[in-house]
């Protein structure tokens, strides 16, 4: 069952109307309300307008100007503007809508909560770099863009908390949902109800900006929720049982429900996780907090702590911390978003949620810009002496990739779209191939059309890239994740030939919180721990440990590099799936590849999944099975038939309710029983995330809308785009290969030659 938007909380379909009025109407009205309120606090409620002001200057500990005030922030260069604080351009005249005394009382704590924080940023300990701890914040990069933001968000929540208590007090109607703008979120980040000049456009926005007339989706802005959230205290703390005592450390749960059992799926290829991975940086990449200038925060002793630090609790006994006597993981928060709502903490997408090839090119136009060559359309690149072409070298000495060894050799870790890019070689040789399929079809392009620029070279690319990147997901990923018959009953499956006409700009695109921070995690059960690697030169075949290909992606300078990593992604099987994850996952993640550690000190991916599940509030499993249509257990024996029954034992043993069951684990212990590989639950949530990134995609690749649309001509080209054919035109050495690279060879899928796999033409796009 696909599920629908029904949470009030954020983004409704009816969102309330706002009126704007002029600067002359508000001095009229402000005076009007002056003097009314002064002859009621005259002849009526001088004793509530006390506890009105007693409740607001409690909290915030300030006075505050009742007209305008101002606050210039300096430290750190996290923000630099000036603050007045006056009421936004909108009138929300829904029944929530904030007074001017609920509202100048959140401007006051906001201001507090956002001076206290940035203190706070000034006094954070650093993590040591380079350490498997800093490798993993720099995984989850943040820009310094978005740490603006996230003060933003800070300060809203500090808004919501003094006004919901006041109204309580005073026993009035919840303020959630209201509208709020204080100006905090700069940039324009109050998008949705703003009014952005938006023209018709052939291409896309790098940001996802102008696809949709309320901005869904777009790059900088919060994950939608399809359940309200589940904080601790219901604002922003994270989770909890619902006895309200702690939930079981995640580190606890990842040892006993998620140990290693190696499998193996032999239906299907590592390159399936592979591309997910890379597809999945493209539409969600998390906030997460941080220090002055975007430095990262340590969490765990000798650290002195921050509001923002949530470390997975580490028992005695444990297999890989008592070695360092550690007593915690480090773990920080992800980053609050700015929703110029007054409501619970949400999450920050850096991202846009559109399938555009952002992870290619940049979200930002400025990111862009920087990977572009200025020639002939193409993306910028280095060239190796022996002429072949790999990703521009990082420029960032601090990304806990680059070595000073591999440097002096003249080797460095590379820059792409997204800054995630190095975490593992298959993944940087996924995004290699995607940038040489562009350069590939700009050239093409420039041969067929000479008289195009740079500019209409780059962005027809880049708009051919971004069509073949939507297809081989819902072509060729999809359909073995959620099962063909997942796909046929809701609404997946491609056309064949013709425009597909189901785009509904009702639709949000955007992004759910369950989807980026629990369901499209479930790949890093499907990695064995050792991958067979064939040395293509040289005929012979290792194995490596997985943890040893993380932030290691030098062998790419290697003449046989991308053939030898191709080879392994289409040639290693995944694991089934289950709750098990191979320990270098649980165990050695993001140590030092190079490095001979006697003593282990990698973090548990499995643990930080969980704990990142807890962060941003997601309800416990349970809820999210009634939210998909499936039975709601009252008791651990109502999942006998739905969970493995191992996985169950442990679960039952390690949390007091059945409703505390992290989502995570719970969703993964799921007996599949759709065709695809995931339970119904996942199924369900992907489902929905699929559907709606297609539905709310004005830009989706077979729409009929002009002016974007491609031609029927050139989409029937498009629909001959294979991920096999793009790795035999961009790969070295690649000669054979299955035509359908994520299922393993067999009598329907056997290896072939590249000449025979059917690939596009681009000869329709000839002017």
């Given at each position: 069952m696909v599920i629908t938007e029904r949470t009030p909380l954020t983004r409704p379909t009816d969102s309330p109307n706002y009126t704007e009025f002029s600067n002359i109407l508000r001095t009229r009205t402000s005076r009007v309300r002056n003097f009314q309120c002064c002859v009621c606090a005259m002849l009526l409620a001088l004793c509530m307008m006390a506890l009105v002001v007693?409740?607001?200057?409690?909290?915030?500990?300030?006075?505050?100007?009742?007209?305008?005030?101002?606050?210039?922030?300096?430290?750190?260069?996290?923000?630099?503007?000036?603050?007045?604080?006056?009421?936004?351009?909108?009138?929300?005249?829904?029944?929530?809508?904030?007074?001017?005394?609920?509202?100048?009382?959140?401007?006051?704590?906001?201001?507090?909560?956002?001076?206290?924080?940035?203190?706070?940023?000034?006094?954070?300990?650093?993590?040591?770099?380079?350490?498997?701890?800093?490798?993993?914040?720099?995984?989850?990069?943040?820009?310094?863009?978005?740490?603006?933001?996230?003060?933003?968000?800070?300060?809203?929540?500090?808004?919501?908390?003094?006004?919901?208590?006041?109204?309580?007090?005073?026993?009035?109607?919840?303020?959630?949902?209201?509208y709020f703008d204080s100006g905090w979120a700069l940039d324009g980040r109050c998008k949705e109800f703003g009014n952005i000049t938006c023209l018709k456009s052939k291409y896309r926005t790098y940001d996802g900006t102008c696809n949709h007339k309320r901005q869904w989706g777009s790059a900088f802005s919060p994950f939608?929720?399809?359940?309200?959230?589940?904080?601790?205290?219901?604002?922003?703390?994270?989770?909890?049982?619902?006895?309200?005592?702690?939930?079981?450390?995640?580190?606890?749960?990842?040892?006993?429900?998620?140990?290693?059992?190696?499998?193996?799926?032999?239906?299907?290829?590592?390159?399936?996780?592979?591309?997910?991975?890379?597809?999945?940086?493209?539409?969600?990449?998390?906030?997460?907090?941080?220090?002055?200038?975007?430095?990262?925060?340590?969490?765990?002793?000798?650290?002195?702590?921050?509001?923002?630090?949530?470390p997975v609790r580490v028992g005695p006994g444990d297999p890989v911390y008592d070695a360092t006597n550690s007593t915690c993981m480090e773990f920080v928060r992800s980053a609050p978003a700015p929703q110029?709502?007054?409501?619970?903490?949400?999450?920050?997408?850096?991202?846009?949620?559109?399938?555009?090839?952002?992870?290619?090119?940049?979200?930002?136009?400025?990111?862009?810009?920087?990977?572009?060559?200025?020639?002939?359309?193409?993306?910028?690149?280095?060239?190796?002496?022996?002429?072949?072409?790999?990703?521009?070298?990082?420029?960032?000495?601090?990304?806990?990739?680059?070595?000073?060894?591999?440097?002096?050799?003249?080797?460095?870790?590379?820059?792409?779209?997204?800054?995630?890019?190095?975490?593992?070689?298959?993944l940087t040789t996924m995004h290699l191939l995607w940038a040489r399929q562009h350069n590939r079809i700009a050239d093409t392009l420039a041969r067929i059309n000479p008289q195009w620029n740079d500019e209409k070279l780059y962005q027809e690319a880049r708009r051919i890239v971004g069509a073949q990147l939507q297809h081989i997901a819902y072509n060729e990923f999809l359909p073995i994740v959620l099962g063909e018959t997942a796909i046929d009953e809701k609404g997946l499956k491609l056309r064949n030939n013709?425009?597909?006409?189901?785009?509904?700009?009702?639709?949000?695109?955007?992004?759910?919180?369950?989807?980026?921070?629990?369901?499209?995690?479930?790949?890093?059960?499907?990695?064995?721990?050792?991958?067979?690697?064939?040395?293509?030169?040289?005929?012979?075949?290792?194995?490596?440990?997985?943890?040893?290909?993380?932030?290691?992606?030098?062998?790419?300078?290697?003449?046989?590099?991308?053939?030898d990593s191709v080879s392994s992604a289409t040639a290693n099987f995944i694991q089934k799936t289950s709750t098990h994850v191979t320990s270098q996952l649980t165990r050695y993640m993001f140590e030092d590849p190079v490095a001979n550690n006697s003593i282990p000190c990698g973090l548990d991916l499995v643990s930080l999944n969980i704990q990142r599940g807890r962060d941003h509030g997601l309800d416990g499993y349970p809820a999210w099975r009634e939210r998909c249509g499936l039975s709601r257990p009252a008791k651990f024996s109502d999942l006998k038939d739905d969970l493995d029954a191992d996985a169950l034992a442990e679960i039952s043993k390690l949390y007091m309710s059945v409703d505390d069951i992290d989502l995570y684990s719970g969703a993964l212990a799921e007996l599949p029983k759709t065709g695809g590989l995931l339970g119904p639950t996942f199924t369900c949530l992907i489902t929905d995330q699929f559907t709606r990134l297609r539905q709310g995609d004005r830009y989706w690749y077979e729409t009929d809308e002009a002016p974007q649309a491609f031609t029927?001509?050139?989409?029937?080209?498009?629909?001959?785009?294979?991920?096999?054919?793009?790795?035999?035109e961009c790969s070295d050495g690649i000669v054979k290969i299955q035509a359908e690279v994520m299922r393993a060879r067999g009598p329907n899928n056997p290896a072939m030659s590249c000449v025979d796999i059917l690939g596009p033409s681009l000869d329709k796009w000839k002017e």
């Open positions: 007693t409740i607001s200057y409690s909290v915030n500990h300030t006075t505050e100007n009742r007209n305008v005030t101002s606050l210039t922030l300096d430290s750190g260069n996290l923000l630099h503007s000036t603050w007045n604080l006056v009421r936004a351009e909108f009138v929300d005249t829904n029944v929530t809508a904030l007074t001017d005394s609920e509202w100048q009382s959140g401007i006051s704590a906001g201001h507090e909560a956002i001076k206290e924080r940035v203190t706070a940023n000034a006094g954070a300990t650093p993590l040591i770099n380079p350490s498997p701890n800093f490798r993993h914040q720099f995984a989850v990069s943040t820009s310094v863009f978005a740490g603006q933001l996230a003060l933003a968000g800070l300060a809203e929540i500090a808004a919501t908390r003094v006004i919901e208590r006041g109204r309580l007090l005073l026993g009035k109607q919840s303020s959630i949902g209201a939608k929720r399809s359940l309200p959230p589940d904080y601790g205290d219901g604002l922003s703390s994270p989770r909890k049982g619902k006895s309200g005592k702690s939930l079981p450390s995640a580190r606890e749960v990842s040892l006993r429900v998620h140990s290693p059992s190696p499998s193996s799926n032999p239906s299907f290829t590592v390159m399936l996780a592979v591309f997910g991975q890379f597809f999945d940086h493209d539409i969600t990449a998390t906030a997460i907090s941080q220090g002055t200038n975007g430095s990262s925060i340590a969490c765990c002793p000798p650290a002195t702590g921050h509001p923002e630090c949530f110029c709502r007054i409501g619970p903490r949400q999450q920050l997408n850096q991202v846009s949620a559109f399938i555009d090839a952002s992870v290619v090119y940049g979200a930002t136009e400025p990111s862009a810009q920087y990977l572009r060559e200025g020639v002939g359309g193409r993306l910028k690149m280095q060239v190796t002496p022996d002429n072949r072409t790999l990703l521009p070298p990082s420029e960032n000495p601090n990304d806990g990739c680059n070595r000073i060894l591999e440097n002096l050799r003249g080797r460095y870790c590379f820059a792409s779209g997204d800054a995630r890019a190095n975490e593992n070689l298959h013709g425009y597909w006409k189901g785009y509904d700009s009702k639709v949000d695109p955007a992004i759910a919180n369950e989807f980026a921070a629990a369901a499209f995690r479930f790949a890093h059960t499907l990695l064995p721990g050792l991958m067979k690697i064939t040395d293509a030169a040289k005929g012979t075949s290792s194995y490596t440990e997985l943890h040893k290909m993380l932030f290691n992606p030098y062998s790419l300078y290697k003449s046989s590099g991308v053939e029927k001509d050139q989409l029937q080209e498009i629909r001959k785009t294979s991920l096999a054919k793009l790795i035999c």
